[in-house]
Nanobody
Framework: QVQLVESGGGLVQPGDSLRLSCAAS????????WGWFRQAPGKEREFVAA???????????YYADSVKGRFTISRDNAKNTVYLQMDSLKPEDTAVYYC??????????????????WGQGTEVTVSS
């Protein structure tokens, strides 16, 4: 069993940056695919970014087209923490952001149904 706790959300202006954190409890932190999703009011939960485990100190990151070049997902295995660095934020990035983990660390996963564990979410509001 894995428990996830997100933090770092808040209210920012367009063009600002935020870094979300996801602290994980449980064993074998490195042996999961880690992902970030978001859900805006009235919309479905959508994929933002994910990070596969390829091997020792090697990961593979991939992103939704809407955030590519602005967001960066990373992991710190020593701290059992996954991060989402969000730069050049736009009003359309406003949503509740969720951290998620999938048991298979090697496969590319973009659908919420492909992830096994979820955090409670942290709210991000981008507004002037």
């Amino acid at each position: 069993q894995v428990q996830l706790v997100e933090s770092g959300g808040g209210l920012v202006q367009p063009g600002d940056s935020l870094r979300l954190s996801c602290a994980a409890s449980g064993r074998a932190f490195s042996r999961y695919t880690w992902g970030w999703f978001r859900q805006a009011p009235g919309k479905e939960r959508e994929f933002v970014a994910a990070n596969n485990w390829i091997g020792v100190n090697t990961t593979y990151a991939y992103y939704a087209d809407s955030v590519k070049g602005r967001f960066t997902i990373s992991r710190d295995n020593a701290k059992n923490t996954v991060y989402l660095q969000m730069d050049s934020l736009k009003p359309e990035d406003t949503a509740v952001y969720y951290c998620a983990a999938a048991n298979n660390p090697y496969e590319v996963r973009r659908r919420p149904s492909e992830f096994d564990y979820w955090g409670q979410g942290t709210e991000v509001t981008v507004s002037s």
